[in-house]
């Protein structure tokens, strides 16, 4: 990967850039932040690329810190909205957005909120979800966004390389567990690449990896809702070591309804949890009431 000091003058930050403007603004990275600044022009050009983000796309960006990758998606998007946590930071932006693509600062918006908290946003409805998530919150962060914002249709998030093979595991896999079910009941999930630790300032002790989120076409075809597949997944991993019979036995009611609530649904009560398509655990949500009656 070529150095961003290599690359033709232009609004994104580059490594000199993103110390200044930190220095400037007394900000000190901490861990306790998840704070890791994305340094590199070409990472956050081969982001949006990689996101496929389109001149009609609505974006928000969770996190943006400095605005490395805010500026990368307003050349490219339509609008981008960043909703950021941080006082300091969330102060900043508008300013640097200003300064650096003065010609498109009418299409950036702020939201200085943490993102678990954000119900609705300004102007109109989001397409797309691109951003450098903080290791700590990422998939809570990440399921919060895709179940408040339906109209997300793509998603690219730059996580943890560990929290990246979670969310894209399929089942059978040993890192196969809750991020990575209810992740798929939005959406069809794959790894979209690894991102080297040298980008970054600091550089994290972690590498770093893409999860492309393609939001299905349409739900999955149950009668049980959201909470009750998810009551059961949870259920499940909570005790992943248990065969299904055993580990879902306080969600139904007793290792019996457990049981029967899994045959009904076509699912071997010796099976574990790890095994389970997010389809399979719809099945057994919708058949609990049954097997309690």
């Known amino acids: 990967m070529t150095n961003s000091s290599t690359d033709e003058p232009g609004p994104l930050l580059g490594p000199a850039d993103i110390r200044e403007l930190a220095a400037t603004l007394g900000v000190r ?8 600044f994305v340094i590199d022009a070409n990472t956050v050009r081969r982001i ?10 609505v974006v928000v960006e969770v996190g943006p810190g400095l605005g490395s990758l805010t500026l990368a ?14 006082d ?18 009418d299409r950036f918006a702020l939201v200085h909120s943490d993102a678990m ?10 397409t797309a979800l691109v951003a450098n998530l903080p290791y700590n919150v990422a998939v809570p962060v990440l399921l919060h966004m895709m179940a408040t914002f339906p109209t997300i249709e793509r998603t690219l998030v730059m996580v943890q390389s560990e929290v990246a093979d979670r969310l894209a595991a399929r089942p059978g896999n040993k890192v196969y567990g809750v991020p990575s079910v209810k992740a798929n009941w939005y959406a069809e999930v794959k790894r979209a690449g690894a991102i080297g630790r040298n980008v970054f300032w600091p550089a994290p002790n972690v590498d770093s990896g893409l999860v492309s989120l393609v939001r299905r076409d349409k739900p999955l075809e149950t009668t049980a809702s959201r909470e009750e597949v998810f009551a059961a997944v949870d259920a499940a991993f909570a005790q992943r070591r248990k065969t299904l019979r ?17 045959v009904a649904a076509g699912v071997s009560p010796q099976a574990r949890g790890e095994a389970l ?14 097997a309690a009656q």
């Open 29 to 36: 990275p901490t861990k306790q932040k998840g704070q890791n």
């Open 48 to 57: 949006v690329r990689t996101a496929e983000v389109r001149p009609d796309d």
């Open 73 to 86: 998606l307003l050349e490219t998007a339509d609008r981008v909205t960043a909703v950021e946590i941080d």
């Open 88 to 105: 300091v930071l969330a102060a900043a932006l508008p300013a640097t957005v200003q300064a650096r693509l003065p010609e498109r600062a």
């Open 117 to 126: 908290k954000v119900t609705e946003l300004p102007g109109p409805a989001p």
């Open 246 to 262: 055993s580990a879902l036995a306080g969600w139904a009611g007793s290792a019996a309804a457990a049981e029967a609530a899994l």
């Open 277 to 290: 398509t997010v389809e399979e655990f719809a099945r057994i949500a919708e058949h609990k009431e049954a």
